[in-house]
T-cell receptor
Framework: DAKTTQPTSMDCAEGRAANLPCNHS???????VYWYRQIHSQGPQYIIH???NNETNEMASLIITEDRKSSTLILPHATLRDTAVYYC???????????????FGKGTHLIIQP | GAGVSQSPSNKVTEKGKDVELRCDPI?????LYWYRQSLGQGLEFLIY????????KSGLPSDRFSAERTGGSVSTLTIQRTQQEDSAVYLC????????????????FGAGSRLTVL
């Protein structure tokens, strides 16, 4: 089973910030949080990742709570092209654990409304 | 190569036939992963390779599924005696580091192979 839980779907108005939550309460100290998205009929695309600190790149920002049990992906000015399924995953860290955590689950279907 | 390449992009086969799906990872990437995505579903993890070795095969749906990787590069996923429930998009990804290495490890996905079993 996936080690993360996400809402099934969310709506956001075009031009507004889209905030996508993810719970990962069993995360270990050396495990990163990754976000990917999948636009219809394409392979998933990497967005951003983080360990402890908040991160920002040209696509998005990632806010990780101090206890690391949850995170939020922020798309600052959502466009129609951001409509996609967003996946939050926590792959196993260097302490092992096999492939548990590589399942992407169903993610959050983000719909940007015009 | 520049990205992860998968072939065929589309495969239609008859129930009971064997199919082989190929994945060509990014050059130099050590780890390779196979996923399956049925219509309207999330990504189901199948198997990963560290070099040519697959430490955990428990994600394969049945013994009709097998995968191999040779030379630390190309991988093939073989489905024997295909069934209609095998119809799905099969996605391959690769990453530069071993799964249990320290530090970040970004997966790059291919476009997938769409399998339809009639």
């Amino acid at each position: 089973d996936a080690k993360t839980t996400q809402p099934t779907s969310m709506d956001c108005a075009e031009g507004r910030a889209a905030n996508l939550p993810c719970n990962h309460s069993t995360i270990s100290g050396n495990e990163y949080v990754y976000w990917y998205r999948q636009i219809h009929s394409q392979g998933p695309q990497y967005i951003i990742h983080g360990l402890k600190n908040n991160e920002t790149n040209e696509m998005a920002s990632l806010i990780i709570t101090e206890d690391r049990k949850s995170s939020t992906l922020i798309l600052p000015h959502a466009t129609l092209r951001d409509t996609a399924v967003y996946y939050c995953i926590v792959p196993p860290g260097y302490s092992g654990g096999g492939a548990d955590g590589l399942t992407f689950g169903k993610g959050t279907h983000l719909i940007i409304q015009p | 190569g520049a990205g992860v390449s998968q072939s065929p992009s589309n495969k239609v086969t008859e129930k009971g036939k064997d199919v082989e799906l190929r994945c060509d990872p990014i050059s130099g990437h050590t780890a390779l992963y196979w996923y399956r995505q049925s219509l309207g579903q999330g990504l189901e993890f199948l198997i990963y390779f560290q070099g040519n070795s697959a430490p955990d095969k428990s994600g394969l749906p049945s013994d009709r599924f097998s995968a191999e990787r040779t030379g630390g590069s190309v991988s093939t996923l073989t489905i024997q005696r295909t069934q209609q429930e095998d119809s799905a998009v099969y996605l391959c990804a690769s990453s530069p580091r071993l799964l249990e290495s320290s530090g970040a490890n970004v997966l790059t996905f291919g476009a997938g192979s769409r399998l339809t079993v009639l």
